[in-house]
């Protein structure tokens, strides 16, 4: 998984347990690049997990019930220290900031979507067209005043006319009829959105959360969904 960040000039800041922190940014990538460069990196990483998978029952010697490998990644883009930070006895070259913290935020929120790879709205701005993303809620973290739309950024656009390609749209739809309080119009798209893609977890997480919504209505909805586990 180091290996692609290198190859698309990221940085890797650290390794923390099974976890890897990197960025990109000047004078290492130009600033015009950087969301696409950790964009291509992520896909690139879920492409190799997935060829690693194959090697897993000869590394571990189990050819029945070999363990099935994951990775979540989460992309943010905006200002962050970046420097030699550190006291006199102990310096370490890395980056700090709101931005560092919301990707983290991101990286934990795919366990709750379903997804693998998490961006927020400033990222998928800033990568350019080049990219298939599907947006996914918009939400208030721990530690972040304002809400964030997040995005799932995909391997490839779904195949026009198939019943991902219509899924997504379905799940589109409802997401639209959810933010603006219309709870029958969202739960009806997102059932038909798990119906066309029963693989998708995000449509379950949504009508799970209107059971919630129904029962306790919130006082003033503003289509945001506060999360406030760090």
Known sequence: MSEPIAAHKGIIDKYIGDSIMAFWGPPFADAAEHAALACRTALEQQARLEAFQADVP???????DAPRLGMRIGIATGEVVVGSIGSEAS????????TVNL????????KLYGTRILVADATRRAA??????REIDSVGVAG????VRIFELLPAPA???SDVAHSHQAFAQALKAYRGGDWEAAEAGFRRG???????????VFLQRL????????????????VLEK
Do not use: C, I
């Not at 310096?91 to 709101?98: A, H, Q």
């Not at 066309?196 to 379950?204: G, N, S, V």
């Not at 919504?213 to 945001?224: C, E, F, H, S, T």
């Open 58 to 64: 000869d590394l571990t010697g189990l050819r029945r």
């Open 91 to 98: 310096r370490n070259y890395t980056v700090m900031g709101d």
């Open 144 to 147: 972040r005043q304002e809400p």
């Open 128 to 133: 350019g067209g080049d990219f298939a993303f």
């Open 103 to 110: 990707g983290a935020r991101l990286e934990r929120l795919n």
């Open 194 to 204: 798990l119906e066309l893609d029963p693989t998708d977890r995000a449509p379950e």
């Open 159 to 161: 195949a026009p006319g």
């Open 211 to 226: 059971k919630s919504l129904r029962a306790a209505p919130p006082p003033a909805w503003d289509g945001v969904w506060r």
